[in-house]
């Protein structure tokens, strides 16, 4: 485990070591937050919107290719989530806008049965709070130290752990700016 954890730490500082284009960042925004329920018919409670705020890092391979991995805390009507997304982005030219695609994970701090109110949850506590997702967006870096992005991250697993054929998901659509260090 001790050995793990060494070599993951040297491959995290060897990577950021490579290039002088790493820098770390905050970000914040607008966040809407949409779950999607199917118990046999299909429920839709909406979605809420609130706002999001974040800590990220911008490790540069190359000038066209950047990997960017965040923790967002999210607040959106009754539902809090927090977020680690791990990016890749793709810069087009030397234009500053790019394209990110990667993993997420969320997790949920809080109730589904909060979030849904009551009557919309016939099963319980049977539900995980971690929710596996892809997401996508776009970005624009205004200067070296500014830049506005939006993605969408969409759950790919089932939140819903019980016997029956239930799901639940929820999708996030953060939109924002970045100021980075």
Partial sequence: MKKSLLVAAIAVLGITGMNAQSSFGVTAGLSNFAVSIDPSGGIDPGSETGFYVGALADIGISDAFHVQPAVTYAMTGDASTLSVPIMAKY???DSGFN?????????LMGDYADLMESPLVPWG???SKLGIAVGAGLG??????IGVEAR????????YTGDGDGTIKHN?????????F
Wanted: net charge negative; aromatic share 18%; glycine share 8%.
């Fill in 91 to 93: 810069y087009v030219g």
């Fill in 99 to 107: 394209i990110q695609a990667g993993p997420q994970i969320n997790f």
């Fill in 125 to 127: 506590d049977d539900f």
């Fill in 140 to 145: 624009y870096d205004i200067s070296e130290s």
């Fill in 152 to 159: 969408y991250a969409f759950q790919v697993n089932n939140s």
């Fill in 172 to 180: 996030i659509l953060n939109v924002g700016a970045v100021y980075k």
